[in-house]
Nanobody
Framework: QVQLVESGGGLVQAGGSLRLSCAASGRTFSSYVMGWFRQAPGKERDFVAV????????YYADSVKGRFTISRDNAKNTVYLQMNSLKPEDTAVYYC???????????????WGQGTQVTVSS
């Protein structure tokens, strides 16, 4: 069982930056692929970024490539999402998730956090 708790969301102006954190419980954190997803009101949950257990492989949605960076610190059981050059269309609830494979499909992730709101004003 893995419990995930996100933090770091908030209100920021367009062009600004935020760093989200996701702290995980358990001693097997490094065995999990970690993903970030987001969901805007009335929309489906969309893939943002994913990182392999070792941190050696990362993948991004085209909409955030070059602006967002996913990273992890296995010693701290934490995954991060650095978000730069934020746009109003990045406004959403952001979720971290843990799963067995490097995939962009939400249903294939086993554990989810409660989400953190990110609001980007124009």
């Amino acid at each position: 069982q893995v419990q995930l708790v996100e933090s770091g969301g908030g209100l920021v102006q367009a062009g600004g930056s935020l760093r989200l954190s996701c702290a995980a419980s358990g001693r097997t954190f490094s065995s999990y692929v970690m993903g970030w997803f987001r969901q805007a009101p009335g929309k489906e949950r969309d893939f943002v970024a994913v990182i392999s257990g070792s941190g050696g492989s990362t993948y991004y949605a085209d909409s955030v490539k070059g602006r967002f960076t996913i990273s992890r610190d296995n010693a701290k059981n934490t995954v991060y999402l650095q978000m730069n050059s934020l746009k109003p269309e990045d406004t959403a609830v952001y979720y971290c998730a843990a799963g067995p494979s490097v995939v962009a499909i939400p249903s294939l992730y086993h554990y989810w956090g409660q989400g953190t709101q990110v609001t980007v004003s124009s």
